[in-house]
């Protein structure tokens, strides 16, 4: 079992930069791949990035490539998302996932709650 909790969402412009940070409890977090998907109001949830458990590989949606990192800390069982030059279309609730390193949901057995994120045009 584990048990995920997000930080950092918040009302940024157009832009400008958020990073999302993901603590995690329960089983060897080390273990575990780690992903983070969003949700906008009226659209399915959507891959955004992936981490393996060791942080050697990682994978991004084309639509935030070059403009948001995923980086992990195991020693501080935190996943992170640093998302710079935000956009109005970026705006959504953001959910930290565990499971297999990869973009599909089902990849994943544990989900966070989510924090939300808006970005002002």
């Known amino acids: 079992q584990v048990q995920l909790v997000e930080s950092g969402g918040g009302l940024v412009q157009a832009g400008g930069s958020l990073r999302l940070s993901c603590a995690a409890s329960g089983r060897a977090f080390s273990s575990v791949g780690l992903g983070w998907f969003r949700q906008a109001p009226g659209k399915e949830r959507e891959f955004v990035a992936s981490?393996?458990?060791?942080?050697?590989?990682?994978y991004y949606a084309d639509s935030v490539k070059g403009r948001f990192t995923i980086a992990r800390d195991n020693a501080k069982n935190t996943v992170y998302l640093q998302m710079n030059s935000l956009k109005p279309e970026d705006t959504a609730d953001y959910y930290c996932?565990?499971?297999?390193?990869?973009?599909?949901?089902?990849?994943?057995?544990?989900w966070g709650q989510g924090t939300q994120v808006t970005v002002s045009s």
């Open positions: 996932a565990a499971g297999h390193y990869g973009s599909r949901r089902s990849s994943y057995n544990y």
């Open positions: 981490i393996t458990w060791s942080g050697s590989s990682t």
